[in-house]
C-alpha cells in the first residue's frame, strides 16, 4: 500500500464522519423546525472558541431555558462573533423540538446555518471522491516524463 493509498484512506474516512455530523445537524434542524415550540432562554455562559490568527473571537452561548412540561433545560446555541454574542444575564428567543427540548436553536440563525450546512456537505462528498480516487489508484501522480518513458519502445542493445 502506497503512502497516497493511506492518505486516500484517510480523506476517505475523515470525509465519512464529517458527513455523518452534518447531516445529523440538518436532520435536528429539520425535526425542530417541523414541530417547533417557542420559548425565552437566558444566556448563562459563554465559552471561548476561537484558533490562533482570528481577526475576532467567536462564542459558544449556553442558555437556560424551562420546556413546556416545567423542566429546565441547558443547551449550546451555534457559535457567533464576539461582535454579535448576546452578554451573559440576556434573555434570547429560542425554538426547541417538542418533546426534545434539549434540540435547541435560534430561530434568526437557523436558515443562513443550514445553507452552510449543506455547502459543507457538498465540500465532504468532494473529498470523499477524491479519497476514493487516491485509494484505488484512479488518480495517479507521477514524476514529468516517466509517461514518456515507459510507453516508448525498448531500443535493443547493439551486437
Known sequence: MTGLQMFGGLLMGGSLIGTF???ASVLRRRAAHQNPVA???KVIRLDRSSTEGDLEDWFIPTVEYQSEDGEVHQSKLAIVKASAAPKVGKTVQIIYERGNPKNCLEPKTSSSDSIALY???CGLMLVFAIGTGLSFEKIRFEPAGQEERRNAPESKPAK
Open 21 to 23: 455530523q452534518v447531516a
Open 119 to 121: 455547502l459543507a456537505l
Open 39 to 41: 420559548a425565552t432562554a
